[in-house]
T-cell receptor
Framework: GAVVSQHPSRVICKSGTSVKIECRSL??????MFWYRQFPKQSLMLMAT?????????EQGVEKDKFLINHASLTLSTLTVTSAHPEDSSFYIC??????????????FGQGTRLTVV | QKEVEQDPGPLSVPEGAIVSLNCTYS??????FMWYRQYSRKGPELLMY????GNKEDGRFTAQVDKSSKYISLFIRDSQPSDSATYLC???????????FGTGTSLTVIP
């Protein structure tokens, strides 16, 4: 299957600092990438939809000024957690779907980023 | 009502058993159905992908979709301890649309 690389896999930062997480599709192009947050023993919660060349679409309750998303190319989207606080500690996962005609729409996930804010 | 309902388990079975995992959904527009396996502290890994109704088999895994009942299943034959993970169902209406996930079912296969 297609490969989505997410970096870093684990990061610890101090409260008040910003952290950038990268999501790359390695062997395909994706106009749309999704960013999720996952709490322990819970499913993925969609945070925002990242569209190449345009502003991201945020889900209700997700602060767009806190979670900055940049989708600068067809293979890269970044999520920046600004002024991080301990309650932002979580597992962040991105996914991307290959550009295809005809309707297929598998989503492939990155390996996730464990963020710990101390 | 949630878009996708999935029994969180936990489900515990002996090695070699047949496992049945299920999800129900409410949105009749869903056409794309996926099953993911997620090991602890890892990102979800795509296991099976099905478009519209029908069955799909891949090795020990079989995915079934019944759109009339809004019900999907994943069967695991000859289950192995390495199958112990959380299994998430996901679905989508159209290409590029967001995916809706079940809460995941935690499975443990006991040697």
């Amino acid at each position: 299957g297609a490969v989505v690389s997410q970096h870093p896999s684990r990061v610890i930062c101090k409260s008040g600092t910003s952290v950038k997480i990268e999501c790359r599709s390695l062997d395909f192009q994706a106009t749309t990438m999704f960013w999720y947050r996952q709490f322990p023993k819970q499913s993925l919660m969609l945070m925002a939809t990242s569209n190449e060349g345009s502003k991201a679409t945020y889900e209700q309750g997700v602060e767009k000024d806190k979670f900055l998303i940049n989708h600068a190319s067809l293979t890269l989207s970044t999520l920046t957690v600004t002024s991080a606080h301990p309650e932002d500690s979580s597992f962040y996962i991105c996914s991307a779907s290959p550009l295809k005609t005809g309707g297929d729409t598998e989503a492939f996930f990155g390996q996730g980023t464990r963020l710990t804010v101390v | 009502q949630k878009e996708v309902e999935q029994d969180p388990g936990p489900l515990s079975v002996p090695e070699g058993a047949i496992v049945s995992l299920n999800c129900t959904y409410s949105n009749s527009a869903f056409q794309y159905f996926m099953w993911y396996r997620q090991y602890s502290r890892k990102g979800p890994e795509l296991l099976m992908y099905t478009y519209s109704s029908g069955n799909k088999e891949d090795g020990r895994f079989t995915a079934q979709v019944d759109k009339s009942s809004k019900y999907i299943s994943l069967f695991i034959r000859d289950s192995q301890p390495s199958d112990s993970a959380t299994y998430l169902c996901a679905m989508s209406a159209n290409t590029g649309n967001q995916f809706y996930f079940g809460t995941g079912t935690s499975l443990t296969v006991i040697p």
